[in-house]
């Protein structure tokens, strides 16, 4: 049998191409992108071990056997003692080892409320200012001090969410992370669920990240592992280099891939002990102390 074709089937694709070119414009498809980063969080200078367990980390990030774009440090810097020459010394000096672009955001023990001025002045001498930007495989990187947020205050000439507001609308519609210190969202810890942000300001950044391409939000300050959901956007909670609750230092690497976030989180194994660690029930792998 010989097949016909009717002449109008002949005009049907030449039909749907002018529909198509005369219908609304659809956004241009992301590029592809794959890389990889590192996310540090609450090393705690200036208590127990955690200088010589950050100096580990660092080690460890400048010995993977792949590329890295960058190293991000979710906060908790120091431990209340920024201030302190000896202490930021040492923070600064282990710090300058790691060997990739490195970004820093500060958390509640870095700038502290109570000594807001003389804390933010260190920091941003330091380290850099509050907020900050960067870019890296194609996707815009958002860090923010977010504590006035957590607590509710304000602070002079600074508005974090207006800030974010801007830079989203700058991004252009571009893949954007944003980085913080503090989960928007609620803690759990003895046995009891303890308050996040504030309602109102919650509610709002969530709204802010939901309307613009942000691919994820990433936290450190609860010292543990945790994933939890801002709308549709997934919110990392990175566990603490630091040791309090005789917890095991840790560093965690991202991988990006196409606009998808996938993680591994990476663990300093223990150091043996030694006679006199035996005799006291400690090692250099338990720093005694409470941070939160």
């Known amino acids: ?40 969080s609450d090393t705690h200078f200036g208590t127990g071990d955690h200088a ?22 979710t906060g908790d810097i120091t431990s209340d003692d920024i201030g302190d020459p000896r202490t930021l010394g040492v923070a600064t ?5 790691i060997r990739v672009p490195a970004h820093y955001l500060p958390g509640n ?41 957590r607590r509710g205050f304000a602070a002079e000439g600074y508005d974090p969410l207006a800030w974010l507001e801007s830079e989203l609308r700058a991004a252009g519609g571009r893949p954007a992370i944003v980085l913080l210190h503090s ?27 939901n309307a613009a391409n942000v691919k994820a939000v990433i936290a450190g300050h609860f010292h543990r592992d945790e994933l939890h959901w801002l709308g549709r956007v997934p919110l990392y909670v990175c566990s603490a280099v630091a040791g309090y609750w005789g917890r095991q230092g840790s560093f965690r690497i991202y991988a990006y891939s196409d606009g998808r976030l996938g993680y591994r989180t990476v663990y300093l194994e223990p150091l043996a002990k030694t006679k006199e660690d035996s005799a006291t029930g400690g090692s250099d792998e338990e720093a005694r102390g409470t941070a939160k």
């Open 1 to 40: 049998m010989r097949w016909r074709i009717a002449p109008a089937l002949l005009i049907l694709p030449w039909f749907a191409f002018v529909l198509a070119a005369s219908g609304p414009a659809r956004p241009a498809a992301e590029p592809s992108a794959h890389f990889y980063f590192v996310q540090m």
């Open 52 to 73: 010589a367990r950050t100096r580990r980390v660092v080690a460890a990030i400048n010995n993977l056997p792949f590329a890295i774009e960058c190293v991000v440090h």
């Open 93 to 97: 000096s282990v710090l300058s080892g």
């Open 109 to 149: 023990h870095d700038v502290r409320r109570r000594a807001l001025k003389a804390t933010l002045g260190v920091y941003t001498n330091a380290f850099g200012p509050l907020c900050g930007r960067a870019e890296h495989g194609g996707v815009v990187f958002l860090f923010l001090w977010d504590e006035p947020l």
């Open 183 to 209: 989960p928007p969202v609620e803690d759990f810890y003895g046995d009891r669920i303890r308050p996040g942000w504030p309602p109102e300001n919650r509610a709002r950044f969530t709204r802010i990240v």
